[in-house]
């Protein structure tokens, strides 16, 4: 995908402007790449309609090259189109707030039950309740409690009641003695939507007026998730969608053809297994990541706002006269710091979101300090040349900085990783990208 539209994109660069023959070229590659990212037809043509419209009307801005511009319109319609702005959970005037799970067996309902309280906990202090409402098979209740273990949060549940209705009555009065503020409610799912399945989760509504019926949706699933959120909209009246399993799925095209055709806002993403792995959902961010740029365009955005152009300037030569040593390195993580964790940064540069060395990059800020210390207890001439950090001068900035030798060898090789890292990007991957800004 991502080739296909750079591939189309990188036929406009260069130009002084957009002629309607470039447009009409370029949709073409976007809709293909759209219908293979497994976005509805309906939403494509549409999506097209627009980008063309819009392009046509539009004058090349003076700081941006024709294809620059065009990201910039492609990606905006896609923002647009998925909701623009990250859209929070409805609030209950009164507590408890209650969140009903639905959607289709395996989907990752359970999980992001636990996922949410984790998140809740997390952001608000939050003390929530879990309902246990899917008792068709006893591994769902024992699923859910372990997940209460491990997050100290209560689970209501009832061993031999049959009616999940009145559980959930139940656990929501438990709720109110206990003055839980918040309530999740997991349900089961079946393979695909049946009556029998509606009317359960029907019933439940009924009972537990929830404040948020958040509908979970396995993103690899693409095009068929589509039918099924429009299914489970028209009988429960979904308040939100959770989009899980996009960190298997790198299209996207699910989350564009969800949002459209049920018009409720995807609240969440599930970005692994974990409790943690769970995101507000970024718009912005997906609609780049649909046209296979990484995050390219928070990162232009990041550093306009953060970089010194000058100081940018200045590495960029070095790297690419492969010059880039401790000076710059030490410049390179106060830049860092400033835009924030120097591995999500990474990440939003194409090509290097799969990257296992970003594995070694993560540093914090007391990283960061010991790394400094680390730098002012080398020479000049150890700073700028660091292939002549033997062993013995290794020694000596170890005792001079009071870090321990191991930590001096580990921060030098992951300077080294990071220079390598530099000279790829600024070799091979961002060719396709034209002058971007501080790159
Ligand atoms: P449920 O049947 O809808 O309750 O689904 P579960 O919560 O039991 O999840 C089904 C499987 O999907 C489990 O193996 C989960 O670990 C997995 N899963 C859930 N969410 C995610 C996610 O965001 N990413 C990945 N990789 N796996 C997930
Ligand atoms: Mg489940």
């Not at 024992?142 to 549940?157: A, C, E, R, T």
């Not at 969440?268 to 769970?278: P, Q, V």
């Not at 830049?335 to 990257?355: E, Y």
């Amino acid at each position: 995908l991502s080739e296909r539209i750079q591939k189309a994109l990188k036929n406009l660069t260069g130009k002084g402007k957009i002629s309607e023959d470039d447009i009409n070229k370029a949709s073409r590659e976007i809709r293909l790449a759209l219908l293979e990212a497994d976005v509805n037809f309906k939403v494509v043509k549409d999506f097209i309609k627009k980008i063309k419209k819009e392009s046509l009307g539009k004058e090349v801005q003076e700081s941006l090259n024709p294809g620059q511009q065009v990201i910039k319109i492609v990606n905006d319609e896609l923002t647009k189109m998925m909701g623009e702005t990250a859209v929070g959970l409805n609030k209950s005037k009164h507590i408890p707030t209650v969140i009903m799970m639905v959607g289709l067996q395996g989907t990752g309902k359970t999980t992001t039950v636990g996922k949410l309280a984790y998140h809740l906990q997390k952001k608000e202090n939050a003390r929530p309740l879990l309902i246990a409402g899917d008792i068709y098979r006893p591994a769902a209740v024992d699923q859910l409690k372990q997940i209460g273990d491990k997050l100290k949060v209560p689970v209501y549940s009832e061993a031999n009641e049959k009616d999940v209705a009145k559980i959930v009555k139940d656990g929501l009065a438990q709720a109110d003695k206990d003055k839980n503020d918040y309530v999740i409610i997991d349900t089961a799912g079946r393979l695909e939507i049946d009556e029998p399945l509606m009317e359960e989760l029907e019933r439940i509504k009924k009972v537990a007026q929830p404040d948020n019926i958040l509908l979970v949706v396995d993103a690899m699933t693409g095009q068929a998730a589509t039918d099924v959120a429009k299914g489970f909209d028209q009988r429960l009246d979904i308040t939100g969608i959770v989009l899980t399993k996009l960190d298997g799925d790198t299209r996207g095209g699910a989350a564009l053809s969800i949002r459209a055709v049920t018009g409720k806002p995807i609240i969440y993403t599930g970005e692994g297994e974990k409790l943690s792995d769970l995101e507000n959902f970024h718009p912005d961010r997906m609609a780049s990541r649909i046209l296979g740029m990484g995050d390219m365009l928070t990162l232009i955005e990041k550093a306009q706002q953060d970089y010194d152009a000058k100081k940018a300037a200045k590495v960029a030569e070095k790297m690419k006269e492969n010059t880039f040593d401790f000076n710059d390195f030490v410049d390179q993580l106060d830049q860092v710091q400033k835009m924030g964790p120097l591995d999500q940064i990474m990440k939003m540069i194409p090509g290097m979101s799969n990257n296992p060395q970003l594995k070694n990059v993560s540093i914090d800020k007391k990283q960061i300090a010991h790394v400094k210390a680390i730098v002012s207890s080398m020479t000049e001439q150890e700073r700028e040349d660091p292939d002549i950090l033997k062993p013995s001068r290794r020694r000596r900035i170890a005792a001079g900085s009071g870090r321990p030798v191991v930590e001096v060898n580990r921060m030098i090789k992951q300077f080294k990783q990071a220079r390598d890292m530099m000279n790829k990007v600024t070799k091979g991957n961002m060719k396709g990208m034209g002058n971007l800004p501080g790159m």
